[in-house]
């Protein structure tokens, strides 16, 4: 089965400091992985997809995350965060076969502080 | 790019009434949409899997009596929470993903649907 595990449920950065959100997935197949963001009392809005064409996704609003096979990872991060980034992230995982449903993490709560 | 509309974004109703809930997708035909719910502070909670012509498919724990889901056309799928009772508060959201796209095509979610039930 396949799942992703998202390590910290909360995270605190400075204004302009790096971000970086823990992603790390089980799959024994290559996997189809997602970032989303959530932002208070609203849907979830893709920022990243990773599909096999390239290691290094770039996404929206700055993002970025890498796929590391030999790690079973795929981090999310941003070089400088913004106050507006603060918000709730998921990484989700493609369920192969079936009807495709995206598996989710537990969620990352990003806070930034001026 | 493909959008996802549920309606109503929030709802207040009674205790022992029921309260429909509206995901369409608006520029795809959608042969499978999704429920989630979820609680405060936490993930999404996958309900159901709604297909469309045919009955719903169900997690386990979730009750199907209780949130009842229709699949009438390729781009509309309802939720009914009946006889809603104060623990069904919650924020319920829908997604749909496009079954024509490729294989690494995203899933596009709704709004989300804030229940309070006093």
């Known amino acids: 089965a396949q799942s992703v595990t998202q390590l910290g449920s909360h995270v605190s950065v400075s204004e302009g400091a790096l971000v970086l959100l823990r992603c790390n997935y089980s799959?024994?197949?290559?996997?189809?992985l997602f970032w989303y963001v959530q932002y208070p009392n609203q849907g979830l809005q893709l920022l990243l997809k990773y599909t096999s064409a390239a290691t290094l996704v770039k996404g929206i609003n700055g993002f970025e995350a890498e796929f590391k096979k030999s790690e079973t990872s795929f981090h999310l991060t941003k070089p400088s965060a913004h106050m507006s980034d603060a918000a709730e992230y998921f990484c989700?995982?493609?369920?192969?076969?079936?009807?495709?449903?995206?598996?989710f993490g537990a969620g990352t709560r990003l806070a930034v502080h001026p | 790019g493909a959008v996802v509309s549920q309606h109503p974004s929030w709802v207040i109703c009674k205790s022992g009434t029921s309260v429909k809930i509206e995901c369409r997708s608006l520029?795809?035909?959608?042969?499978?949409m999704f429920w989630y719910r979820q609680f405060p502070k936490q993930s999404l909670m996958l309900m159901a899997t709604s297909n469309e012509g045919s009955k719903a498919t169900y997690e386990q724990g979730v009750e199907k009596d209780k949130f009842l889901i229709n699949h009438a056309s390729l781009t509309l799928s309802t939720l009914t929470v009946t006889s809603a009772h104060p623990e069904d508060s919650s924020f319920y959201i829908c997604s749909a993903r496009d079954p024509g796209g490729a294989p690494d095509t995203e899933a596009f979610f709704g709004q989300g649907t804030r229940l309070t039930v006093v």
């Open positions: 520029d795809f035909q959608a042969t499978t």
């Open positions: 799959s024994s197949v290559p996997p189809y």
């Open positions: 989700a995982v493609r369920e192969t076969g079936g009807y495709n449903k995206l598996i």
